[in-house]
């Protein structure tokens, strides 16, 4: 088995859930499923896309090194706040990306969610 690592953000649902902030197998990165309060959907994504940075780059990566993101949200109308978010940090790296509306998130309050795979 190749060499394996995690980041933890701390949070007491990790333990409950059984999960990983983050973890890196050899060169593969995979962000797990990241929320961040915001008053919308546009403000939601640039803190997820903050905290999953943080967590990259504690592996010793960047947004750079994503090649694809998943992206989910309660109102796919609001598509393209979500996307401008994304396109603030993503224009030039353009990873494969997907966005689809799901029914409910975790919390009511929570609009958007979004996964990340890197490759270093």
């Known amino acids: 088995?190749?060499?394996i690592k995690k980041v933890?953000?701390?949070?007491?649902?990790?333990?409950?859930?059984?999960y990983s902030r983050a973890i890196k197998i050899g060169d593969i990165i995979e962000v797990s499923g990241t929320t961040a309060p915001g008053a919308d959907e546009y403000e939601q994504t640039i803190?997820?896309?903050k905290i999953a940075e943080k967590a990259l780059q504690e592996l010793g990566a960047?947004?750079?090194n994503?090649?694809?993101?998943?992206?989910?949200?309660t109102d796919i109308s609001k598509?393209?706040?979500?996307?401008?978010?994304?396109?603030e940090f993503f224009s030039e790296i353009r990873p494969v990306a997907t966005m689809v509306e799901v029914?409910?998130?975790?919390?009511p309050e929570i609009l958007v969610e979004i996964e990340f795979s890197a490759v270093v």
């Open 1 to 3: 088995m190749k060499d």
């Open 8 to 18: 933890s953000s701390g949070a007491p649902w990790e333990e409950i859930v059984g």
């Open 47 to 49: 803190n997820i896309i």
């Open 62 to 64: 960047d947004l750079s």
């Open 66 to 73: 994503v090649v694809r993101t998943r992206m989910y949200c």
């Open 79 to 87: 598509w393209e706040k979500i996307g401008k978010a994304h396109g």
């Open 103 to 107: 029914s409910k998130l975790i919390n």
